[in-house]
């Protein structure tokens, strides 16, 4: 079992940034594809940015050119950097990580519990 915690959420001004950060427990961190999510209240849960072990990334077409992920191996943690954020970036943030077979089929699948993150002047 893999355990994600996220932290790094809060209030932000329209046009900050914040930087959020996801720790991850265990010893296979690096075999997993890891990503963020986002759910505001009313909508359903959305891919925000997803990063593959070689450091692959996909962006959100809402998030692209603002927001950027990234993972340090050694230290078991991925991170998103926002930046230019908006009212409608707000939204509970999910880690999730996602571990993969050789024919591409998920064999393992975790979320975190989420941080809020809201953008309000």
């Known amino acids: 079992q893999v355990q994600l915690v996220e932290s790094g959420g809060g209030l932000v001004q329209p046009g900050g940034s914040l930087r959020l950060s996801c720790a991850a427990s265990?010893?296979?961190?690096?075999?997993?594809?890891m990503g963020w999510y986002r759910q505001a209240p009313g909508k359903q849960r959305e891919l925000v940015a997803t990063?593959?072990?070689?450091?692959?990334?996909n962006y959100a077409d809402s998030v692209k050119g603002r927001f950027t992920i990234s993972r340090d191996n050694t230290k078991n943690t991925v991170y998103l950097q926002m930046n230019s954020l908006k009212p409608e970036d707000t939204a509970v943030y999910f880690c999730?990580?996602?571990?993969?077979?050789?024919?591409?089929?998920?064999?393992?699948?975790?979320w975190g519990r989420g941080t809020q993150v809201t953008v309000s002047s």
């Open positions: 999730n990580a996602r571990r993969l077979n050789i024919v591409g089929i998920v064999t393992n699948n975790y």
């Open positions: 990063i593959t072990r070689g450091g692959s990334t």
């Open positions: 265990g010893s296979d961190f690096s075999l997993y594809v």
